[in-house]
């Protein structure tokens, strides 16, 4: 069993900069592939970003490709989201995922647990 919270969002004017954390617990923590995804208003939730167990392999949705960054750090549990040049279309609900596998997944359903999400919001 994983617990995740997330924290650092907020409120911030395009082309500022956020880093979110994810902070999680059990001693399995660095086994798991850690994924970010968002969810806009209206709109469906979808992949951002994801990170091997190692740390080896980083895959980034095209949005936001050279602008976030996904690290980890297992010796805390916590795995980040840098996010550099927001824009407003960044707007969303921001979620981190975790999935016991030595791969790495984009998919959400793939995804065996979740935080309660922390609120990005860019004004233009």
């Known amino acids: 069993q994983v617990q995740l919270v997330e924290s650092g969002g907020g409120p911030v004017q395009a082309g500022g900069s956020l880093r979110l954390s994810c902070a999680g617990s059990?001693?399995?923590?660095?086994?798991?592939?850690m994924g970010w995804f968002r969810q806009a208003p209206g709109k469906e939730r979808e992949f951002v970003a994801a990170i091997s167990y190692t740390g080896g392999n980083t895959p980034y949705a095209d949005s936001v490709k050279g602008r976030f960054t996904i690290s980890r750090d297992n010796a805390k549990n916590t795995v980040y989201l840098q996010m550099n040049n927001l824009k407003p279309e960044d707007t969303a609900v921001y979620y981190c995922?975790?999935?016991?596998?030595?791969?790495?997944?984009?998919?959400?359903?793939?995804?065996?647990?979740w935080g309660q999400g922390t609120q990005v919001t860019v004004s233009s």
């Open positions: 995922a975790a999935r016991d596998t030595t791969g790495v997944s984009t998919g959400d359903w793939m995804y065996d647990y």
């Open positions: 059990g001693r399995t923590f660095s086994r798991y592939c």
